[in-house]
């Protein structure tokens, strides 16, 4: 498909710089079949059935943007690293500022340019194994598994989104606004965004109706960021990332269908896990591995009914898989809606409730 159909102009002040606060006192446009409806994520309890059942993603973001060093010779050169995948205990994939500067082969020293040979964080450093396009590398640590964990938590920042990152700088609110309240696994370096509009207060409410929640992990990467520069959907790669459904939660999901409950998803990170895993007749199976699914419109869901999910970025894969979802006449004018109307975009920002429209993908 043409790119230029996932287009739209988008104000420069419709962009959240913070959350709201509290979280779930967030707006939410809903968006069904029959028309839009503007209401707020603590009316979630209210727009669900009971015996529906919410699916969170519960990866949890690391600290994944880096700032070190390259020295050659006499020349010395800041990098910045931004991790987005794991591919071992001690290699991660990256994007790395100025890419075209380095070489295979090279090593960038993390913690400062003033580090001694007798300080651990000397030691913090990273040998490049491979370059790819758009800056992106390979980099083996010199630590390894829990050491180099720690050394990431020490050291490294909260990754914000270029759109936020470019606006303001990163503070001590962010570590928890930028985190939801249910995050177990460490991995992410971005955050499942719909998800962080979930309050305790709201989850009590989500309980007393009826409203099951079940967790699945993706661990999110920095990809998700980067822009379409391809003309065609059809010449756009997917960057591959980490996700598991473990049999329990596959079991209590297909039980739930079976007794004619929906499944909602908690953004696009768990619809994209959840419909990886999905068989041809809708029932889900475990899941282990990397997925680089990547949907647009004429995909035929398998596994969620709802998606819960924020408002995204022009030309973005995920304008494209909610279109996908809902349709892109539907989505357009659903933009244009929240746009008119002031609702909050991207990370930081509301919230919309998607209903399927299978006609959409006709």
Known sequence: MDVSLFDFDLPEASIALRPAHPRDSARMLVVA???????????LA?????????????TRVIPARLDGIRVRGEAVTRVEA?????ESADTWRAFARPGKRLRVGERIRFGGEQASPAC????FEAEILEKGDGGEVLLRFALSGPALDEAIARLGHMPLPPYIASKRAEDAA??????????????????????L???DDLVEKLAAAGIERRFVTLHVGAGTFLPVKADDTRDHRMHAEWGVIDAATADALNAARARGGR???TGTTALRLLES???????????????AIFITPGYRFKAVDILMTNFHLPRSTLFMLVSAFAGLDTMQAAYAHAIGGGYRFYSYGDSSLLFRNDGAAA
């Open 277 to 291: 895993a999905a068989r041809d007749d809708g029932t889900i199976a475990p899941f282990e591995g990397d997925t």
């Open 197 to 199: 509009h979930f309050t």
């Open 82 to 86: 931004m991790l987005h995948k794991r």
């Open 46 to 58: 209210s727009l669900l059935r009971p015996g529906d059942v919410l699916v969170h993603n519960d």
């Open 33 to 43: 079949p029959d028309g839009l409806a503007d209401r707020r994520v603590t009316d």
């Open 263 to 265: 499944i909602i998803a």
């Open 174 to 195: 962010d570590l928890a606004d930028y985190q939801t309240i249910y995050a177990r696994h460490d991995g992410a370096v971005a955050a499942p965004t719909a998800g």
């Open 120 to 123: 651990d964080l000397a030691a």
